[in-house]
Nanobody, 124 residues
Framework: QVQLVESGGGLVQAGGSLRLSCAAS????????MGWFRQAPGKEREFVAA????????YYAESVKGRFTISRDNAKNTVYLQMNSLKPEDTAVYFC?????????????????WGQGTQVTVSS
């Protein structure tokens, strides 16, 4: 069982930056692929970014490529999402997820554990 706790959300103006963190429990964190998803009001939860367990590969949604960066520190059992050049359309609840598949999946069904989410609001 893996427990995930997100932090770092908040209110920011368009063009600003935020850094989300996701702290994971457990002793085998590096064996999990990690992902970030987001869900805006009235919309489906969508993929944002993923990182391989070994941190040797990352994958991004087209909508955030070049603006967001996913990273992880396996010694701290933490995954990060650095979000730059934020836009109002990035407003959503952001969820951290862990997959027993150690690669970089964009599929919600590949993820076994989910955090509670953190709200990100970008004002115009």
């Amino acid at each position: 069982q893996v427990q995930l706790v997100e932090s770092g959300g908040g209110l920011v103006q368009a063009g600003g930056s935020l850094r989300l963190s996701c702290a994971a429990s457990g002793r085998t964190f590096s064996s999990y692929g990690m992902g970030w998803f987001r869900q805006a009001p009235g919309k489906e939860r969508e993929f944002v970014a993923a990182i391989r367990g070994s941190a040797t590969a990352t994958y991004y949604a087209e909508s955030v490529k070049g603006r967001f960066t996913i990273s992880r520190d396996n010694a701290k059992n933490t995954v990060y999402l650095q979000m730059n050049s934020l836009k109002p359309e990035d407003t959503a609840v952001y969820f951290c997820a862990a997959s027993r598949i150690p690669g970089t999946s964009a599929l919600r069904s590949d993820y076994n554990f989910w955090g509670q989410g953190t709200q990100v609001t970008v004002s115009s």
